[in-house]
C-alpha cells in the first residue's frame, strides 16, 4: 500500500510541472497587463506603459519563469500585483469560502443523488424510475449560473427568503453564514445531483442483481432492511470513485457559482485575477487547484484500493 | 428629447450649476444638529479598488476610498476652487516660478509620526518619478524642503495653471510618510493623514475603514469643503461592499443593509423617488462619453470620412443605451457653469443626419473599406455605446466591426494603430478634472489619433499659458472647435452618476465622490 | 462539467447495423433527444423563417418591454427583441457545439489511438493530458480565451482544450483493449502495417464510445459557451448566442427576468436532447454503463 501511494505522488510530480509550465505560459500569452486596471479608464496608453516599468512588468518571459520557479521551489508563490499581499495569503484566505460552498454543495448532492438513485433502481423500469432520471438528466442539462440567477430571482427578488448574494463570515451568526451558502450550494450541487443519482441508480441495480441478495430477499427479510443493511452498502462504493470527479466540478463550478453569488471564494479569485491580468495569483491559484484535484483523486484511489484489494496489483 | 427626460426625472436642476455647485449648500455649511457618534456606514460600490495607491489611478473605485484616508497639500473645495489642505498657506513669487508652501503644523500620520516637509518632498519626489499624472509636474526645476514647515517648488517656466494642476484629484499627489516612499509602485502601506485610517480590504467583497483618532482637524474652515475643510469622524467604521449587479444595490438600499449606493439604474431610481426613506442624489456631466479617432488608419485617415461618421451619429440613441437614460445632450467639452464651458463648434455636434453622412461618404469615395471600432467589456457605458455606433454606422452604409475586449486587452490594443478606427472611451468632465487633465491625450506627445495635430498642439499650449483666464477660455473655445471641425473624437453626451443615500445617514451632501466624513447615523 | 463525460462505455459494439438503428429508434428516452436536439437545429436552420425583427436593430423607445404578442419573449436594454436574438443565438451556439466536436474528435483519437497503440507514446500522452485534465476545466478555458482572444475559432479552441483530454483517455481505454483481440494480433502477424491495422481495426471499434462521448461533448460546448459569455470571455456581441444574451441580461435580472430566462431555457432544451441522445446511444451500443476512473 505505502509503495502504491509513493508511486502515486511520484506520478503526480511530473503533472503538476506541466500545469505549471501550462499555465505559466498560456498567462505570458495573454494580451494587456495590470498597470492598466491600476491606472483605470482615464489613463493614457503611454501612462500605464510607464506604470509597467515602475511595476516591474516588463521582464523578458525566461527571466520571469526562472524568477517564479526559483521562488516556487522555496514555498513562495510570490506577490499579488494588485492585491496588496502575497499570493499564498490571497489563496488561504479564500479557500475556506470555497470549501464550504464544496462541501454543502456535496452534502446536497448526497442527500438528493443517493435516494433518489436508489428509488429509481428499485422501481426499474417503471414511469416513476423514467421520471427522475429524466430530472436528474434535466438538472445536468441547465447551465448552473443560470440556475443561480433564476433562483435568485425566486427566491430573493419575488419570496424575499434568502439573500441575493454576498458573503457572512460565520463570526457574524451562525444562520445568517448558513444562509449565505444555501442558494450557492443549491446552484452549484444540481449539476452532481443528476451525475450522482444516475451512478447511484446502476451500482445499486447491479447490486441487486447479485445472488446474495436473492438470497436475503428469498429468506423473506424486509425489504427495506434489504435494501438498506446490504444493498446500499455495497453499491456506494463505486460512488465513492466519482467524489475525485465530483470535487473538481465543484471546484469548476465554484468559478461562475462564486461569481453569480458575490461569494469572494477560490473561484472568484482566479476569475477576477484572469480579467485584471494579476498573474501571480493566477499561476498559483491554478497550480494550488491543480494540486487539490491530484491529491484528492489520489485519496479517492487510496480509498478505493482500501476497499477492493485487487486494485492493487495493477 | 432625452435632456427633457433627465430634467423630468430629477427635478430641473439649474442647468448652469454644475454638479457641485449645484448640489452642495457652500463652504458655510456645518451640521448643527447633535452628532451621533459610533456605528457603521456601509456604502455599496460598483466597482472594486484595484489599488490602495493614490498616485497610481485614474479609478473612481480607489478614489471612493482612498480620498478618507488620504489628504493633498491643496485641493479642491465645494465649489472647485483651489483650497489650502494640508497646506497653512502657499505663496506664488511675482515671476509665478516659485511656489512656498507652509504646512500646518502637529499633523499626525495614521502610524502615529508627525508629518514634516520631509514627508511632503518624499510624496512629491515619489509622484514626479512614478505618479500616473506626472506630466503636471513636468515643468518643475527643483523642489526642497528647506526647513520642516516649509516646502519649496521652483519652476523651469511660468505655468499659470500650475496650482490647478497640484490640486486635482484626478490623480491627486497625496501626502504619504516618507518611509513609504521609496517603495516600488503599489507596495505602500495605506498611511496617510486622513480622518479615517485603513482597517481591511477583502478583495472581491469589501474595504473596511477606521476612525483615525489621532486626526487633527482643520479648524479654518466651519466644515467640509470640497475634499478639504474642516473634517470630523463621526461613525466608527465606513464599509465600501463591492456590489457589482445594480439591481442588487438598489435591493440593499431599500432593506437598508445598505447606506449609500452609487450608480442606480434609471428605472429604479424613478421608484425610489416616491421613497421618503431614501434620498436620490443625481450628479449631472458627471462624464463625458465619447470615442476617439484615429487619423492614420484608413478609412478614418480621410477626414470627409471621419466627418460622415460624425454628421451621422444619433447621440440620444447612444446615450440612452450607453447611460440608462440618464445623460445630457451638450455640445461643449465642458459642463455649463465650469468656467471653461463654451459651446464652439456646436454646429457639428449631434447633426444626426444619415443622408448628410451619406453624402459625405460618397463624396470621401468610401468605398466599404471596414471600420474597426475598439470597446470593451468591463465598462458597460462604452460597451453599450459601442453597439449603437456599430447599428448607426452600418445603416449609413459603412463596413463595421466591433472588436469586444476586456479592459487590459482593449487598451493594449489601443496603443496599436492597426488595431482600430474607434476607440470608445470617456473623461471626467467634472470639477478638478478641468480641460487640462482631460484633454491631454489629444495633443502632443501623447498624439491619440497618432499624428500629431500642430494647431491643436498650438491652441492647448495656450490653453495652459495665456497669463489671464480670460484668454485661456478663448484658447480652449479655439481648441474645441478645432476638436470638432477634425474629428478628433466624437462626443456622444453626458452621463449622469446617480448616488442615493438612506435619510438615517445625517448630513450627507453629494459630490463627485462620496464623502462620510462630518457623516453620522441616526438612531 | 466534462468530468461526466469520464464515464464511458468501454464496450466494443460497433454501430451502424440496421438492428442498432431499430433498438435506437424504439428507445423512448433517445427518440425525445432527437425530438429536442433536432428541433433547435431546424430553429438554428430556418431563423431567417422564424425570426420576427432584426436581431441587432436598437430601438432606444423600446427598452424593457415585457413579453407580449410584439415581442414573444420581450425586449432588452438596447430594445432589441430577445425572441429573436434567442432564434439567431441558437445559430452561432450551435456552431461552436459543432465545431468543438469536430476538433475534439479529431485530436482526440489522435491523442489516444496514439498513446495506446503505441505504448512508448504511452506515457507522455497521458501525463500531459492528465495536467490538462486537472485544471478545473471551465478556468483553463477561460484562460486560453484570454490569451487567444474571444472570437468564435479560439472558443472552439479553447473548448477543445478541455475536452481532448478526456476524449483521448475513452479512445486509449478502448484501444487497449481493441489491440489485444485476436483478429488484431492475427492482422498483425500476417504482417499489416500500423496504419493499416489502426484504420481498419482498431479505431472501428472504439466509434461506439466515442460517439457516445461527443454526444456529451457537444452538450459541454453548448454550456462553455454560456459560461464564458456570461464570465465576459464570449463571443463578440452584438452577434447574439445563447450565452452573451443571458450575460446582456444579467443586470437587469430584478426587472426584467426575460432577457435572461428564454435563453436559457433554450440552451437547456438543447442541452438535454443531446444528453437523452447519448444517453441512449449509450444503452444501445452498451446496455452496462461503466465507469472509467483514475
Known sequence: MARFIVVRLVNSIPVLLIVSLVSFSIMQMVPGDPASIMAGPQATAREVEEMRQALGLNRPFLDQLVIWYGNLFQGDLGRSILLGRSVGQAISERLGITLALALFGFIVTL????????????????????????????????????????????????????????????????????????????SLAMLQVGLLARITRSAMLEVLRQDYIRTARAKGLARIYVVGKHALKNALVPVITVIGIVFSLLLSGSVVIETVYSLPGLGRLLATSILSRDYPVIQGGLLVTAAMFVFVNLAVDVLYALIDPRLRED | MSPRITRRQFGGLAAGAGLA??????????????????????????????????????????????????????????????????????????????????????????????????????????YQRIGLSRSILGPVASMTAPDPATFTIVLRQRVPVFIDELSQFAVPVTIHPSEEMGKEGNRIDPIGTGPYQFGE??????????????????????????????????????????????????????????????????????????????????????????????????????????????????????????????????????????????????????????????????????????????????????????VSV????????????????????AQANQRNREAWNLWFTGQGTGPAVGPFAAYVNLVSPQNQAFEPDPVLDGFYNEMRTLPTERERIAAFGRFQRRAYEHVHFIKFGDLTKVQAARSTVKGFRPYRIPRFWNVWLEG | MADAAAIATAGAARPGGPSTLRRLFSHRLFVTGIVLFGAMVAVAVFADLLATHDPTRIRARERFRGPSAANFFGTDNFGRDVFTRVIYGSRVSLEIGFYTVVVTAICGTAAGAAAG????????????????????????????????????????????????????????????????????????????GHGRILAKHVLPNCMAPLIVQLTFVFAYAVISEAVLSFLGMGPPPPTPTWGNVIAEGRDFIREAYWITLFPGIAIAITVLGLNLLGDGLRDVFDPRMKIQQG
Open chain 2, 390 to 409: 456599430t447599428e448607426q454606422l452600418r445603416e449609413i452604409g459603412m463596413t463595421v466591426r466591433m472588436d469586444v475586449f476586456d479592459w487590459p486587452t
Open chain 2, 21 to 126: 455647485a449645484g448640489l452642495a449648500a457652500g463652504p458655510g455649511s456645518s451640521p448643527a444638529q447633535a452628532q451621533r457618534r459610533g456605528g457603521n456606514i456601509v456604502f455599496a460600490a460598483e466597482a472594486q479598488p484595484p489599488t490602495m495607491d493614490m498616485h497610481f489611478s485614474t479609478t473612481i473605485a480607489t478614489r471612493n476610498i482612498a480620498m478618507h484616508m488620504y489628504e493633498q497639500l491643496v485641493t479642491r473645495g465645494e465649489n472647485n476652487e483651489v483650497i489650502p489642505e494640508l497646506a497653512e498657506s502657499y505663496t506664488e513669487s511675482p515671476d509665478g516660478l516659485t511656489y512656498t508652501f507652509k504646512l500646518r503644523q502637529g499633523i499626525k500620520f495614521h502610524n502615529g509620526k508627525t508629518m514634516t516637509s520631509a514627508d511632503v518632498l518624499a510624496s512629491y519626489q515619489r
Open chain 1, 111 to 186: 442527500a438528493i443523488a443517493v435516494p433518489a438513485g436508489v428509488f429509481a433502481a428499485l422501481k426499474q423500469n417503471s414511469w416513476m424510475d423514467q421520471a427522475v432520471m429524466t430530472i436528474a438528466l434535466a438538472g445536468v442539462s441547465l447551465p448552473n449560473f443560470w440556475l443561480g440567477l433564476m433562483l435568485i430571482v425566486l427566491f430573493s427578488v419575488v419570496l424575499d427568503l434568502l439573500p441575493a448574494g454576498g458573503y457572512v463570515p460565520v463570526a457574524d451568526g451562525l444562520w445568517p453564514w448558513f444562509k449565505s451558502l444555501i442558494l450557492p450550494s443549491f
Open chain 3, 117 to 192: 497503440y503505441f505504448r512508448r507514446l504511452d506515457e507522455w500522452v497521458m501525463r500531459t493530458m492528465d495536467a490538462l485534465m486537472a485544471f478545473p476545466s471551465i478556468m483553463l478555458a477561460i484562460a486560453i480565451t484570454a490569451a487567444l482572444g474571444p472570437s468564435k475559432f479560439n472558443i472552439v479552441i479553447a473548448l477543445a482544450f478541455v475536452y481532448v483530454p478526456r476524449t483521448a483517455r475513452i479512445v486509449r481505454g478502448s484501444v487497449l483493449v481493441v489491440r489485444e483481440m485476436d483478429y488484431v494480433q492475427a492482422a498483425r502477424t500476417v504482417g499489416a
Open chain 2, 201 to 386: 480590504w477583502v478583495p472581491d467583497s469589501h474595504v473596511r475603514l477606521r476612525r483615525y483618532d489621532g486626526y487633527t482637524a482643520d479648524t479654518r474652515y466651519p466644515g467640509t469643503n470640497g475634499f478639504g475643510g474642516n473634517k470630523t469622524a463621526h461613525v466608527d467604521t465606513i464599509e465600501f461592499r463591492y456590489v457589482r449587479e445594480p439591481g442588487g444595490r438598489v435591493a440593499g438600499l431599500e432593506t437598508g443593509q445598505f447606506h449609500a449606493v452609487e450608480d442606480i439604474p434609471a428605472r429604479a431610481a424613478e421608484r425610489l423617488r416616491n421613497n421618503t426613506a431614501i434620498q436620490i442624489h443625481p450628479l449631472r456631466f458627471f462624464w463625458q462619453q465619447d470615442a476617439w479617432m484615429n487619423h492614420v488608419k484608413a478609412p478614418t485617415n480621410n477626414l470627409l470620412v471621419r466627418r460622415a461618421i460624425q454628421t451621422g451619429l444619433d447621440m440620444e440613441e447612444i446615450m440612452t443605451v450607453a447611460a440608462d437614460g440618464q445623460f445630457d445632450l451638450q455640445p461643449g467639452f465642458q459642463y455649463p457653469g465650469n468656467p471653461y464651458y463654451v459651446t464652439d463648434g456646436q454646429e457639428f455636434y449631434n447633426v444626426n443626419n444619415k443622408d448628410r453622412a451619406r453624402a459625405l461618404l460618397r463624396e470621401a469615395g468610401y468605398r466599404g473599406e471596414q471600420l474597426v471600432l475598439l470597446t470593451n467589456s468591463t465598462f458597460q457605458s462604452m460597451y453599450n455605446a459601442g
